[in-house]
Nanobody, 127 residues
Framework: QLQLVQSGGGLVQPGGSLTLSCAASGFSLDSYTMSWFRQVPGKEREREGVSCISRSDGSTVYADSVKGRFTISRDNARNTVYLQMNDLKPEDTAKYYC??????????????????WGQGALVTVSS
């Protein structure tokens, strides 16, 4: 069965950190461009591309709203991609989804080429 399994969401205070993990089962992540998207609860029609790491050369792209605070990485040996989130803000509260796409390069926020989605992980930033 081909799937992405996420872990790592939760409640964190402003200024805190969390790491989201996304492990692939049934396929190799290194064959895909991996992205993180997020959706704010109650605004499910609005999905924001947060970060992306390309399959071609490992180059990364970040949304302006998270640049300098979030880091995407992949561990091909573990078949897992990560999103390290630092200095979290209340506006980062959302459900975060990882996605495996067939494009060779990052297309931040574009879900046209997504072949597999994770189940989502809720991140709540609140004091």
């Amino acid at each position: 069965q081909l799937q992405l399994v996420q872990s790592g969401g939760g409640l964190v205070q402003p200024g805190g950190s969390l790491t989201l993990s996304c492990a692939a089962s049934g396929f190799s992540l290194d064959s895909y461009t991996m992205s993180w998207f997020r959706q704010v609860p109650g605004k499910e029609r609005e999905r924001e591309g947060v970060s992306c790491i390309s399959r071609s050369d490992g180059s990364t792209v970040y949304a302006d709203s998270v640049k300098g605070r979030f880091t995407i990485s992949r561990d091909n040996a573990r078949n897992t991609v990560y999103l390290q989130m630092n200095d979290l803000k209340p506006e980062d509260t959302a459900k975060y989804y990882c996605a495996a796409g067939s494009s060779s390069w990052c297309l931040l926020g574009v879900d046209t080429f997504v072949a597999h989605w994770g189940q989502g992980a809720l991140v709540t930033v609140s004091s």
